[in-house]
């Protein structure tokens, strides 16, 4: 897949992080504590490794801060507690797995992220650095984070994303129910899981769902929905207020898409329950919208140059600007493709083929729709690094019967990733051997 298209699973988490990056907060990252700490102590193990409570309350610090940057009301101490370290828990069950199966981050792949990270926040590398040593973080420690955030990631890819399959009966099916849907609209969710083990006895389960009635009960009171999750949420994003952002009721878990249909804004749920455990949602917002029949579609092609940190920002734009030069002076575009394009498209000339509105990242597009047929862009900067764009044709297409297919199958398959997600991970868990020693004192 070529780098400028639109987001895989890891593209989406480089965004999250430039985010997250630009409200001063990582998520994995640990910022120097402001008070001591109790004498350290083990709050959890994890197969043969072990979690502190120094390294709990660090993580906590970073957490604390972005939720009060954020405004949202704070839970107890105790219950971020235990969020805090379910989070550090799973995430040492997902590195873990990736570690016993070989799995890896290079140095160069990690250096790529980063420097999309930095991108991504208007900086440069030694910029980025800076910033992040004035608010208390280790640029050491931020590259082993990030390369376990990628890590966890590339695993979820092989693991889950890999072997879902959609076939073409699905895609029918899945076509014939939209005629007598809502297409087009958008919901704008927030949810609250409670896990449930693989091998939950009946007492664990009605433990569980009264424990998701107390909390439906405040969340149908009125309580602020964000608070609750942080206080209830088994999910990764429950320090997020459980926020799952806008999207179609097929691109979302059935069980959620057919509590949102009949749900208006501003309104809970009743408790649901899944073999992931039970789920509370709050629909936030819905919006409407329809899909055009035709779009105008660009062939392009580009020349692409990496910032790392050997090149930088300035050398890629240089080198960039002497190439253009050329360009402009008669060279080939396709030969210089060739010769100096760090992009997988180098060996057809950078030819990108025929795009569609929104195949490839925004600063891209932008610069690529304000050119002309034959025109060459300036360098354009994009979270990949430096550009250089050319539009060969457009041309108007009819892409109805041909994008609803790709439409419903991309739709069926983010529907699919969510539950063979919480599925995966609730039985990657329940295999590992997992001591909660945080009440020990």
């Not at 420690?141 to 979820?156: D, H, K, S, T």
Request: hydrophobic share 40%.
């Amino acid at each position: 897949m070529n780098p400028i298209r639109a987001f895989s699973a890891l593209q989406r988490l480089m965004l999250i992080l430039i985010c997250l990056a630009a409200t001063g907060f990582s998520p994995l990252t640990t910022a120097a504590p402001q008070e001591p700490l109790e004498a350290d102590r083990i709050v959890a193990v994890v197969g043969d490794e072990v979690i502190t409570y120094v390294e709990l309350q660090g993580r906590l610090a970073s957490a604390l801060k972005q939720l009060q940057r954020q405004g949202t009301p704070l839970p107890p101490q105790d219950v971020l507690e235990r969020q805090m370290l379910e989070r550090l828990i799973m995430e040492r069950v997902q590195l873990r797995a990736a570690a016993e199966t070989g799995l890896r981050v290079d140095d160069a792949q990690l250096d790529q992220a980063i420097n999309r990270i930095a991108s991504g926040n208007k900086m440069n590398l030694t910029q980025f650095r800076q910033a992040l040593e004035k608010d208390g973080v280790a640029y050491a420690r931020f590259r082993e984070e990030i390369r376990n955030e990628i890590a966890m990631v590339r695993l979820r890819e092989r693991e889950v994303d890999s072997k879902l399959v959609i076939s073409d009966g699905e895609i029918d099916n899945y076509l014939a129910d939209q005629k007598n849907t809502g297409a087009g609209e958008e919901y704008q969710l927030a949810h609250i899981l409670l896990r449930a083990p693989e091998s939950a006895s009946p007492e664990q389960l009605q433990k569980l769902r009264q424990r998701g009635e107390q909390a439906l009960k405040r969340a149908q009171g009125g309580e602020n929905f964000a608070e609750l999750t942080a206080a209830f949420s088994d999910a990764p994003d429950a320090l997020q207020g459980g926020d799952l952002g806008w999207r179609a009721l097929d691109r979302m878990p059935a069980l959620y898409a057919e509590a949102a249909a009949r749900m208006q804004p501003g309104s809970v749920s009743e408790l649901l329950r899944s073999s992931a455990g039970f789920h509370i949602v709050k629909l936030i917002g819905k919006r409407g919208g329809s899909a055009p029949t035709s779009v105008q579609q660009t062939r392009a092609r580009h020349i692409l140059v990496r910032i790392n940190e050997v090149v930088s920002e300035a050398e890629a734009r240089r080198k960039l600007e002497t190439v253009r030069e050329r360009i402009v002076n008669g060279v080939d575009f396709a030969e210089q493709a060739r010769l100096y394009s760090q992009d997988g498209s180098a060996a057809k000339g950078g030819d990108l083929g025929w795009l569609n509105p929104g195949d490839t990242v925004p600063e891209f597009e932008r610069a690529m729709d304000a050119l002309k047929p034959n025109e060459l862009s300036p360098v354009v900067q994009s979270p990949f690094g430096m550009h250089l764009i050319q539009v060969q044709e457009r041309r108007e297409r009819d892409v109805s019967a041909e994008r609803q297919r790709a439409v419903a199958r991309q739709a069926l398959r983010e529907r699919k990733l969510d539950e063979a997600f919480q599925d995966w991970l609730r039985q990657l868990r329940d295999r590992t051997y997992v001591e909660n020693r945080l009440e020990e004192k």
